[in-house]
Nanobody
Framework: VQLQASGGGLVQAGGSLRLSCAAS??????????VAWFRQSPGKERDFVAG????????IYLESVEGRFTISRVNAENTVYLQMNFLKPEDTAVYYC?????????????????WGRGTLVTVSS
C-alpha cells in the first residue's frame, strides 16, 4: 500500500482544515491497516497526533488536539480523514499519515512501516 496526504494549507487561528490520506490499495487490503497522523514542526521531533484502528471506531489522540481534531476512515474509499477545528498557531507543522498492519493504532512512529509524503498546515495568529 502507498499513502498520499493532502488538504494542507494556510488558515487563520480558529479556522478548520480537513486532511485526507488516500491509499493506493484495494478497499479490502486497506481495511487491514491501522492508520495514524503524525506532525513535525521545524527543529522539533515528529509527534503522534491521532490514530484509528482497522475497524474505524478505535481512535486515540494527542491530548492537546483531543476535542478539536477528529480522525475517521472510509475503507471503501481507501481514505482516512483528519478534521481539524479550532486550529491554533502551535498546530503549524507538516502532517504525515502512516499505516501499520495492525488492529489498533499505536503512538510510536516506529510501529508504522508505510508513510506518505507530508502536507503542510500553517496556522496564522
Amino acid at each position: 500500500v502507498q499513502l498520499q496526504a493532502s488538504g494542507g494549507g494556510l488558515v487563520q487561528a480558529g479556522g478548520s482544515l480537513r486532511l485526507s490520506c488516500a491509499a493506493s490499495a484495494s478497499g479490502r487490503t486497506f481495511s487491514q491497516y491501522a492508520v495514524a497522523w503524525f506532525r513535525q514542526s521545524p527543529g522539533k521531533e515528529r509527534d503522534f497526533v491521532a490514530g484509528i484502528g482497522r475497524r474505524g471506531y478505535d481512535t486515540i489522540y494527542l491530548e492537546s488536539v483531543e476535542g478539536r481534531f477528529t480522525i475517521s476512515r472510509v475503507n471503501a474509499e481507501n481514505t482516512v480523514y483528519l478534521q481539524m477545528n479550532f486550529l491554533k498557531p502551535e498546530d503549524t507543522a507538516v502532517y504525515y499519515c502512516a499505516a501499520d498492519r495492525a488492529l489498533m493504532a499505536g503512538r510510536e512512529d516506529s510501529s508504522y512501516d508505510v508513510w506518505g509524503r507530508g502536507t503542510l498546515v500553517t496556522v496564522s495568529s
